[in-house]
């Protein structure tokens, strides 16, 4: 015969496994399950006998002359009599570069193939370099800046050569004339 202490520890045992495998179910409460619903797609759309028509207009040709260069306009004063046309003189502006010499970017490499190109731009820029690609006939050139840091990119370039294991160069960013 099993001693008082056995008994009570299967007991004990088999009442714990009831709570742990039944009480769950009992106190959970009402369970939603939720169902994604599809709507049905039609194969083909029935097509009506009848034809629509539409009307096909001549092409018309609009002529209208502008201007290549910036234009001042200059209304007439408040003595003359009010017309319906106004003065207009075209008057050039002057090409400005400040940042001629300030600025600078590193000529890292040329490709041919310019996947390889964009391909080396994504990971520069991933790695925190502010890169970009440039399309030169065959070839596409990969540049990091313009930065008007020329230390900076002194220093980029020995970083950039133990990634790419290309020696960039150090030139001089002309934003009007690239």
Known sequence: ??????????????????????????????????????????????????METFEVLEPVEVQTALPESPVAVTEPEASEPTRDTVNVSVQPVA????????????????????????????????????????????????????DTSKEKLEKQIKELKEITGSQGQLMKFRPLNP
């Open 95 to 146: 090409e400005k570069n400040q940042y001629q010499d300030s600025a600078w970017i590193i000529q890292l490499m040329a490709l041919k193939n310019a996947e390889n190109a964009k391909t080396l731009v994504g990971d520069l820029q991933k790695r925190g370099y502010q890169a970009h690609r440039k399309k030169e006939g065959e070839f596409t050139r990969v540049i990091v800046g313009p």
């Open 1 to 50: 015969m099993a001693s008082k202490f056995q008994s009570r520890l299967v007991g004990t045992i088999i009442l714990a496994a009831a709570g742990v495998i039944v009480l769950p179910d009992i106190l959970d409460g009402e369970k939603k399950h939720y169902k994604e619903e599809f709507a049905a797609i039609p194969i083909k759309p029935a097509l009506k006998t009848d």
